[in-house]
């Protein structure tokens, strides 16, 4: 079955985009872990399906590499934003959210972040904003869901942080039921650099929500004042955000090119 798709970046988190608004197209878990094979398939981050909404002008499904669907992706909103067009509602299953095209990418406003353990999740009750856990060296995380779940540490740099080693042991950890994206971030001239280990995908070149995340928790503790600009390899994110608020997020997206591939081939 011969499938169109877009091939699509958020600061090099990349994604294939499948609008599949007028044909429906049954997804599984494999399918997208073909999709996104970077060998045997197209090569992407996450897969991200369009399908009809009934509460809002498109619904988006995302799914990581590893084939799991999952609530949220920053980078793809905007992505899906620059897609379509225009100010645009989306339903995803971590809300639904306003996003405005600005012709090199999008702002989106995220929703208001969650700090209750239960809402993270994590396996029981805990202080979010100050984990009493650590891994090797990285400790006293804060824990928020921006949608999805994540756990950010800060740390003097960065750069040294071994994610590639470490984000996979946090990840998989079972104080997270739900798994969990790990951030590793350090502040320097009021802007955040920040390194993530995604759920499901592994180092990215950016993440969204990640940027969300550690932006609200390093506003939270006084490290930074919103607007955060965040620094990640790709590229930069501005997040602005106030307690008790939602979380507005700008920055780039960019169409890369339009593809067909033989769905049935990959599996
Ligand atoms: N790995 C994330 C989904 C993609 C997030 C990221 N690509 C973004 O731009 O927000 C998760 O499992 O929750």
Redesign the pocket.
């Known amino acids: 079955m011969m499938c169109r798709f877009h091939k699509m970046h958020?600061l090099g988190?990349d994604?294939v985009v499948i609008d599949a608004r007028t044909q429906s197209l049954p997804m599984s878990r494999a399918m997208a872990r073909a999709v996104a094979d970077r060998h045997r398939g197209v090569g992407c981050?996450?897969l991200i399906l369009l399908e009809p909404s009934n509460v809002a002008d498109v619904k988006m499904r995302?799914f990581?590499a590893d084939g799991?669907e999952?609530?949220?992706?920053?980078?793809?909103?905007r992505c899906v934003a620059l897609l379509i067009g225009g100010d645009i509602r989306i339903e995803t299953l971590g809300g639904t959210l306003d996003a405005s095209s600005t012709g090199e990418g999008a702002s989106v406003d995220m929703g208001t972040p969650r700090f209750t353990w239960d809402a993270i999740p994590l396996a029981y009750p805990m202080d979010t904003a100050s984990l009493p856990v650590g891994w090797e060296g990285l400790e006293t995380p804060f824990a928020v869901n921006?949608?999805?779940?994540?756990i950010v540490f800060f740390v003097p740099d960065a750069d040294r942080v071994d994610l590639q080693r470490i984000g996979p042991i946090i990840e998989n950890d079972p104080l997270f039921p739900e798994?969990?994206?790990v951030n590793a971030a350090s502040i320097a001239d009021g802007r955040v650099k920040l390194r993530?280990w995604?759920?499901?995908?592994g180092l990215?070149m950016?993440?969204?929500?990640?940027?969300?995340a550690t932006a609200v928790a390093a506003i939270s503790r006084n490290l930074a004042s919103s607007p955060v600009d965040v620094d990640l390899p790709g590229g930069s994110l501005t997040i602005a955000w106030a307690p008790g608020g939602t979380i507005r997020m700008s920055g780039g997206a960019t169409h890369v090119f339009k593809g067909e591939i033989d769905l049935e081939a990959l599996l």
């Open positions: 958020g988190n994604f981050d996450q995302i990581n799991g999952v609530e949220a992706c920053g980078n793809a909103t921006v949608g999805n779940p994540h798994r969990v994206n993530v995604e759920r499901g995908a990215t950016a993440c969204g929500t990640g940027a969300c």
